[in-house]
């Protein structure tokens, strides 16, 4: 009952009153909003209002995303780790999750050994200080573990570096890896074992496996029915897994724990009184009207900041502005022999014929947005796919033309493009524990809708509802056509047949029942502050004012499907697709080094903004928004912008949240174990 009292509340309030006045209000119940307004209330702030566009609380954390992106899990720590830690405790046999001290102890554990991450060249050494904080493993219990590995003989000899005494007797294979291992390492490995390659590789692409230890049983079982723990030995790069309705769960308690009164359902501010630099007010366009001291904006459109007349930005920078190699309009990644015409001369649907502007030029486009899909195929908790009103066969001519009208029609929902993420956790037991729950991850020709969400950064509220509402007709119609179109193929034919929506997540009465809350909004407006992240490390100055810490790659998925002519032929095309490390080379995972956030990353320019902070529509670049955008890392930026909030509201000496004392905020968000640092 706990867990819904603050949609209750937040509801007899809404209904009750039309002005609230309080200490901080946080615009925006994205799961970074939720951390700021925890994190401000914790940290002394009397008086916290969340206000939520929406019904629930915690943007894609809750509403679609089941598979947290989570490169480095290093990084993670403070009210982000507790979140995931309290979702890990509604599972059978949590697991404690000791955090690593960045500062002192480095270590992690396999099985109930303690391993010493401290420095690169003593990995696989004992380190004792730990030895009692590791939770022993069972026979046929999996782990997850990154190979500590090495590419010599220009990368084409491996040598696997596994902890001392330890080896791996059975791996499990990833098709993401089985182009470039050999056969024979999939069966017994040790410590310092060598393998030829059969060509040689600059990378090796999510270098992580599940395996099984001590047992000659092969039984796949998830990692104590939970989340993947950064304290278990190579889970860095390893996603978290959870069910979205448990998130949710958690999210409300943590809210209501931290007396954060909630307000939902406020779509769209109007109006605005500010006092200088210094907001003061907002109406929203029901003629809500809200008051504080302080101001959050934890949207991911950065609507709150604005109104308030903030500088922002959305689309796509050139590449001489900052110097990014990828900024800007990318070339085509993707080419498809495919008439983009029907025989009238009109383009056919989802092919866009809009000029383009020329490679590394700027321009307002945004990358594909989509909704992340919970399908599973337990017979009693699946929602069969349905036909979406309006439903025209002749709109997926793009995909009929793809399939060669059935000829070369994909093989499964993986090769279409929709892949399952998981499997996620779960409490079906119709089926013998052999069922599937997942986060369905849709690329290009798939539910990612290329050209869609070009209008939403900036649009309206009622363009924005619109495109929202294309995108779930979109998706739902795609699906139909995989479902019934014979150029589609016998096999999705047979996987939709027994793969359709999970029945315990989101809401029955939602049209259609069971659709996620929240559209995947990657990125929309971003603020312009003083200091702009963009591709390149910041300068040492900045660093020292690190609030938190990330690690992703840029990770852009396309942006534009159109017509491209070449030697007076016409096809279809795909750009937009950025995939880097950031040392500027081509990424072929999502492990990323960690970084730091510097607190002027939160930040409106002085002389427009002083009492507001935007942890999620952050000053940054379109290519550096593209590592930032996980929601770990927001969630870590947004409990920086609590705390931060908080100590500007209690020190009445400071005038501008630009003027913080930053090392204070340090020494403030690390007794919140907030990790700031790599």
Wanted: hydrophobic fraction near 35%; proline fraction near 6%; charge should be negative.
């Amino acid at each position: 009952m706990a867990a819904v009292l603050p949609c209750i509340y937040m509801l007899m309030l809404a209904d009750t009153f039309t002005n609230y006045s309080s200490d901080v209000v946080v615009y925006g119940a994205t799961a970074a909003g939720c951390m700021s307004a925890i994190a401000a209330s914790r940290s002394g702030a009397r008086n916290v209002i969340l206000v939520n566009p929406y019904e629930h609380v915690g943007g894609m954390t809750t509403g679609g995303l089941m598979h947290a992106d989570t490169a480095n899990t290093s990084t993670i720590g403070g009210l982000t780790l507790e979140f995931f830690d309290r979702v890990l405790a509604h599972y059978p046999n949590p697991t404690p999750n000791p955090t690593p001290n960045p500062s002192s102890e480095r270590y992690t554990c396999l099985g109930s050994r303690c391993i010493n991450l401290q420095d690169t060249d003593k990995r696989g050494s004992s380190n004792a200080t730990c030895d009692n904080k590791c939770p022993a493993l069972k026979d046929n219990e999996w782990l997850a573990v990154t190979f500590l590995s090495e590419l010599s003989n220009n990368n084409q000899t491996l040598t696997v570096r596994l902890p001392k005494g330890q080896n791996i007797s059975y791996l499990k294979k990833s098709e993401k890896l089985e182009h470039q291992l050999p056969a024979s390492m999939y069966k017994q490995i040790y410590d310092g074992q060598v393998f030829q390659l059969a060509k040689p590789v600059e990378f090796l692409e999510y270098p992580y496996y599940l395996i099984e230890l001590n047992s000659t049983k092969w039984k796949p079982k998830f990692l104590r029915d939970g989340p993947l723990h950064p304290g278990s030995f190579g889970q860095i790069g390893k996603p978290w897994l959870y069910e979205s309705h448990i998130a949710e769960m958690v999210l409300n308690d943590m809210l209501l724990e931290a007396n954060v009164t909630v307000i939902s359902g406020v779509k769209g501010l109007e109006s605005f009184v500010k006092q200088g630099t210094a907001l003061k007010s907002v109406t929203s366009v029901t003629g809500l009207q809200f008051s504080a001291s302080v101001w959050i904006d934890g949207s991911y459109e950065g609507d709150l900041a604005y109104i308030a007349e903030a500088d922002m930005t959305w689309g796509r920078e050139s590449q001489s502005q900052y110097n990014e190699s990828s900024a800007g309009r990318r070339p085509a990644s993707l080419k498809y022999e495919i008439d983009p015409y029907w025989s009238d001369g009109s383009v056919i649907p989802h092919v866009s014929d809009a000029p383009l502007v020329d490679v590394g030029e700027a321009d307002n486009r945004t990358e594909a947005y989509d909704f992340r899909l919970c399908f599973t195929d337990s017979p009693g908790n699946m929602v069969p796919v349905s036909e979406p009103p309006g439903y025209n066969a002749s709109e997926w001519e793009f995909w009929r033309r793809l399939y060669k009208n059935g000829t070369n029609a994909p093989s499964s929902l993986q090769d279409a493009g929709l892949a399952c993420l998981g499997p996620i956790p779960n409490n079906y037991s119709d089926c013998d524990g052999r069922c599937t729950k997942c986060d369905m991850l849709g690329m290009v020709h798939a539910t990612d809708m290329l050209n869609g969400a070009w209008g939403y950064p900036n649009g309206t509220l009622a363009e924005r509802e619109n495109i929202w509402e294309a995108h779930k007709l979109y998706i739902m119609g795609l699906l139909w056509f995989w479902a019934t179109d014979p150029a589609a193929g016998d096999a999705l034919h047979e996987e939709l047949k027994v793969m359709g929506h999970c029945r315990d997540e989101y809401d029955a009465n939602s049209n259609p029942p069971h659709w996620p809350y929240q559209l995947y909004v990657r990125e929309a407006r971003r603020l312009v502050g003083d200091f702009v992240w963009t591709e390149h490390e910041p300068n040492a100055s900045l660093l020292d004012r690190s609030v938190g810490v990330g690690a992703y790659t840029f990770d852009c998925h396309w942006v534009s499907l159109y017509v491209a002519n070449d030697s007076n032929n016409s096809y279809i095309a795909a750009e937009g697709r950025v995939n880097d490390g950031h040392d500027g080379t081509p990424s072929h995972g999502v492990y990323q080094q960690p970084y730091h956030v510097p607190y002027d990353v939160l930040l409106p320019k002085r002389n427009q903004l002083t009492n507001m902070l935007v942890p999620v529509a952050c000053s940054a670049s379109h290519i550096r928004m593209n590592a930032v955008r996980m929601e770990p890392t927001w969630m870590i930026q947004g409990h920086a912008a609590g705390t931060a909030a908080a100590m500007f509201l209690l020190n009445t000496t400071v005038l501008r949240v630009q003027d913080l004392d930053v090392a204070a905020l340090q020494q403030t968000l690390q007794t919140q174990k907030q990790i700031i640092r790599p």
